[in-house]
Each structure stands twice: as C-alpha cells, then as structure tokens.
C-alpha cells in the first residue's frame, strides 16, 4: 500500500522499487520480484547504483555489475539471463492458468 502512494509521488524513483523487490525477495516472493523488476524494465526505470556479484573459477574472481558489458563473456550471460527470465513467465502464466481451474 506505501509503495502505491510512493510512486503516485515520485513515479521515476528507483528505490522504491528496489526497496519493494528486497521485501519480496526477503519472504522468498520470487514471482513478485520477477514482475516488479519486468515493470521497471518496461518503464525504463534502472538502479543509480546497480548491485555486483562475483564469482571465482580457476583461481580467477570475475567481477559482474548490472547492465556491465565489459565482461568478456556479458554476452552469454545475458543470453542465460533473458532464458531464465522467460522460464519465469512462463511458469507463472502456467501458475495462473492452473489456478483458474
């Protein structure tokens, strides 16, 4: 209900979004998280200070930040993204699609 009063007020604010996504995430709200974060796409809306994640293979760490290209293989991981992301959709219009049964 806040959040809907929020962005009334200030509908280009990332943080309330980000804000709503890490309370969805906390009560394990993945379908909720997935479409909130779908909404800020459609609407053009990005994090100011997006969040980085690591990984280490062989001994290397690679480094990987939100919307970062730089890495050599940006392209494959977005690639692997976008297909999990629609695995995400789809398995909720199934979810709905069940429950209209």
Request: hydrophobic share 40%; charged share 25%; net charge negative.
């Amino acid at each position: 209900m806040a959040f809907s009063k929020l962005i009334v007020l200030e509908p280009r604010n990332n943080g309330y979004y980000s804000l709503l996504i890490s309370m969805y995430a906390g009560e394990n709200g993945w379908r909720d998280v997935a479409e909130v974060r779908g909404r800020m796409i459609e609407l053009g809306i990005e994090k100011i200070c997006p969040g980085a994640s690591w990984i280490q293979l062989d001994k290397r760490v690679h480094l990987f930040a939100a919307a970062d290209t730089s890495h050599s293989t940006s392209d494959e991981v977005y690639l692997l993204l976008d297909e999990i992301y629609e695995h995400m959709r789809l398995a909720q219009e199934l979810s709905m699609h069940i429950k209209s049964y």
